[in-house]
């Protein structure tokens, strides 16, 4: 690990907003899809968001559709979660990953490349 950074976690209460980013400077590949999952302790890792290589394209999670949003600047090397609205039920690490090619799939074992992840703590 290391080809990707996160930042951007923290502390928020209920209904706060935060932006996750990931730096994606050392990622060997040039052409990726971008995702963020994220575990609660003592939960499996889940899928969050995703979005395809060229930017077009994104899904999100059904728990979070409406206050999620997943982004990408590929001229900068970066991919972002913004989170709105948050509940105390979206507290986990958040993990960024990457997978060469132009499949954007939802399993964390697809992936291939990870950040070491952010903790987002949202408290009532």
């Known amino acids: 690990q290391g080809e990707l950074v996160e930042s951007g976690g923290g502390l928020v209460q209920t209904g706060g907003s935060l932006r996750l980013s990931c730096a994606a400077f050392?990622?060997?590949?040039?052409?990726?899809?971008a995702a963020w999952f994220r575990q609660a302790s003592g939960q499996e890792r889940e899928f969050v968001a995703v979005?395809?290589?060229?930017?077009?394209?994104?899904n999100v999670a059904d728990s979070v559709k409406g206050r999620f949003t997943i982004s990408r600047d590929n001229s900068k090397k970066m991919f972002y979660l913004d989170m709105n609205s948050l509940k105390t039920e979206d507290t986990a690490v958040y993990y960024c990953?990457?997978?060469?090619?132009?499949?954007?799939?939802?399993?964390?074992?697809?992936?291939?490349?990870w950040g070491l992840g952010t903790q987002v703590t949202v408290s009532s």
């Open positions: 990953a990457a997978r060469a090619g132009r499949m954007s799939p939802h399993g964390p074992h697809e992936y291939d490349y």
């Open positions: 050392e990622l060997p590949v040039s052409i990726y899809a």
């Open positions: 979005v395809d290589w060229s930017g077009d394209r994104t």
